[in-house]
């Protein structure tokens, strides 16, 4: 069984900064991509930012600049670091993983349970 799990998230001022968190863990045989994705209330999921396994990253336009995403690939962990917040950037941020495991030998995405992440004017 694979679980991701979020962690950082949190209330935070206007131009402030956190740093979210998403292990995965399980038996888990490799990890591609690993992904940040947010939901505001009454809005649609959105990609926030994506990490390929061989460190290639890819932002939404509204985060560039700002956030900046990273892996460490012997933990099964990303990271999200997200400086000068904005009110809009206030969501529920969740982690997803393509990954293989030992059990299926198969990929297939694994998300975690979401973080929320307030930032206030």
């Known amino acids: 069984q694979v679980q991701l799990v979020e962690s950082g998230g949190g209330l935070v001022q206007a131009g402030g900064s956190l740093r979210l968190s998403c292990a995965a863990s399980g038996s888990i045989f490799s990890i591609n991509s690993m992904r940040w994705y947010r939901q505001a209330p009454g809005k649609q999921r959105e990609l926030v930012a994506l990490?390929?396994?061989?460190?290639?990253?890819n932002y939404a336009d509204s985060v560039k600049g700002r956030f900046t995403i990273s892996r460490a690939n012997a933990k099964n962990t990303v990271y999200l670091q997200m400086n000068s917040l904005k009110p809009e950037d206030t969501a529920v941020y969740y982690c997803?993983?393509?990954?293989?495991?030992?059990?299926?030998?198969?990929?297939?995405?694994?998300w975690g349970q979401g973080t929320q992440v307030t930032v206030s004017s």
């Open positions: 990490i390929t396994s061989g460190g290639s990253t």
């Open positions: 997803a993983a393509d990954l293989r495991t030992y059990a299926t030998m198969q990929n297939g995405d694994y």
